[in-house]
């Protein structure tokens, strides 16, 4: 049980924060005291826009420097024109998650044995530029198609981790998490479940008490793994929210993509790496960005990526350095990256 639980935020005030989030390009750089003229690229920003839109909460823009282009919160949300340009290599689906053999049921993929990913929602509370699934068919996988993915799961005996993603699993009410964690529960061969959700760095508001007590009541152990970035990210706000996940939580981890321009710096991962530490999460995964159409500028070279590892192997002690890797379509498991 969580104490003291009245230390959580109040049940609406995360939806009210959501419906007044930034929802353009304009809108957002108004808002951190920016505008187009600060950017080359914005000729075909409409276009983008129309493509994948842009959604920031407020409090995750607060976070910004006010009349800095380059700050590394804005870059990773900021839809700009450069996303629509045409580079090879590049793939609307990298990691070939729509295929027949990836999909057993609607809304469920497996990928790796042992485990399979519950699309949950099709929503997000911010939208990352640099998204792996920002092409992904959602409408092929509503959640009203959760009936046969739990189906799947149910039949599926090699199954022993369910892995909640989207979209954001979090955008789910309470009711509707609470019933999913009970049914995935009530499967025999079911051991963990795993959630993967970015709200609690971008919307901490969400960590109410009924989802605190949800997460805590599971008959199952809950891993939850956060997404960030950037040390920027983590404020006194994300880390009330982090202390009261970590007593409702078996474990608490983070993953976050090596980006270009962004947090492609050991300094930078290094101070990320500590900060998480003291909001009580764990270093988990370092990605490499996938080749996703419209990302192209986050990219970096894996010479890049390792010098930039080896410097946090010297400046981190060993629990708190992730594991930097690629998810490399059809493979067993994610690939770590070769160090030079």
Same mark, same amino acid.
């Given at each position: 049980?969580?104490t003291p639980?009245?230390?959580?935020?109040?049940p $609406?005030?995360?939806?009210?924060?959501?419906?007044q &989030?930034l929802?353009s390009?304009n809108?957002?750089?108004s808002?951190v005291q920016l505008?187009?003229?600060?950017?080359?690229?914005s000729?075909?920003l409409?276009?983008? $826009?129309?493509?994948?839109?842009?959604?920031v909460?407020?409090?995750? &823009?607060?976070?910004?420097t006010?009349?800095?282009?380059?700050?590394?919160?804005?870059?990773?949300?900021?839809a700009?024109g450069?996303?629509?340009?045409t580079?090879?290599?590049?793939s609307?689906?990298?990691?070939?998650?729509t295929s027949d053999?990836?999909?057993?049921a609607?809304?469920?993929?497996?990928?790796?044995h042992?485990r &399979?990913?519950?699309?949950t929602t099709?929503?997000c509370?911010v939208?990352?530029?640099?998204?792996f699934r920002?092409?992904?068919?959602? /409408?092929?996988?509503?959640? *009203?198609?959760?009936?046969g993915a739990?189906?799947a799961?149910r039949?599926?005996?090699?199954l022993? /981790?369910?892995?909640?993603?989207?979209?954001?699993?979090?955008?789910?009410d309470?009711?509707r998490?609470? $019933?999913?964690?009970?049914?995935?529960?009530?499967?025999?061969h079911?051991?963990?479940i795993r959630?993967?959700?970015?709200?609690?760095?971008?919307?901490? *508001?969400?960590?109410t008490?009924?989802l =605190?007590q *949800?997460?805590?009541n599971s008959?199952?152990?809950?891993?939850m793994v956060?997404h960030?970035?950037?040390?920027?990210e983590?404020?006194?706000? *994300?880390?009330?929210?982090?202390?009261?996940?970590?007593r409702?939580?078996?474990?608490l981890f983070n993953?976050?993509?090596?980006?270009?321009g962004i947090?492609?710096?050991?300094?930078v991962?290094?101070?990320l790496?500590?900060r998480l530490?003291?909001?009580?999460v764990?270093p988990y995964?370092?990605?490499?960005?996938?080749?996703v159409v419209g990302?192209?500028?986050? =990219?970096?070279?894996?010479?890049a990526?390792?010098?930039?590892?080896?410097?946090?192997?010297?400046? =981190?002690p060993?629990?708190l350095?992730?594991? =930097?890797?690629? $998810?490399?379509?059809g493979?067993?498991?994610?690939?770590t990256l070769?160090l030079?």
């Open positions: 049980m969580i639980i009245e230390t959580a935020w109040e $609406e005030l995360w939806r009210i924060e959501l419906s &989030a929802r390009a809108d957002l750089l808002y505008s187009n003229a600060d950017f080359p690229d000729s075909t409409s276009a983008v $826009e129309a493509d994948f839109p842009v959604l909460p407020r409090s995750f &823009a607060d976070r910004m006010p009349g800095k282009p380059a700050d590394p919160l804005l870059r990773q949300v900021l700009r450069e996303e629509s340009r580079v090879d290599g590049l609307l689906d990298p990691l070939n998650e053999a990836a999909i057993p609607p809304g469920l993929i497996k990928k790796y042992g &399979a990913l519950l699309i099709s929503g509370a939208h990352c530029r640099y998204c920002r092409h992904f068919p959602y /409408e092929e996988h509503r959640p *009203t198609a959760l009936a739990l189906d799961i039949q599926d005996p090699t022993s /981790e369910v892995i909640l993603s989207g979209g954001d699993p979090l955008l789910l309470d009711r998490l609470t $019933e999913l964690l009970h049914n995935l529960a009530a499967i025999p079911i051991r963990r959630i993967h959700t970015r709200i609690p760095v971008v919307l901490p *508001t969400r960590i008490s009924m =605190l *949800t997460l805590a008959a199952v152990p809950i891993i956060i960030t970035n950037h040390p920027q983590l404020d006194h706000n *994300t880390a009330r929210a982090l202390r009261l996940l970590s409702a939580v078996r474990f993953q976050a993509v090596l980006l270009n947090n492609d710096s050991a300094d991962q290094i101070a790496c500590e530490f003291d909001q009580q764990l995964y370092l990605h490499m960005p996938d080749a990302t192209h500028h986050f =990219l970096l070279e894996d010479s990526a390792s010098v930039i590892y080896a410097k946090m192997q010297a400046g =981190l060993g629990f350095v992730p594991k =930097l890797v690629r $998810e490399i379509a493979e067993a498991s994610k690939s070769a030079a």
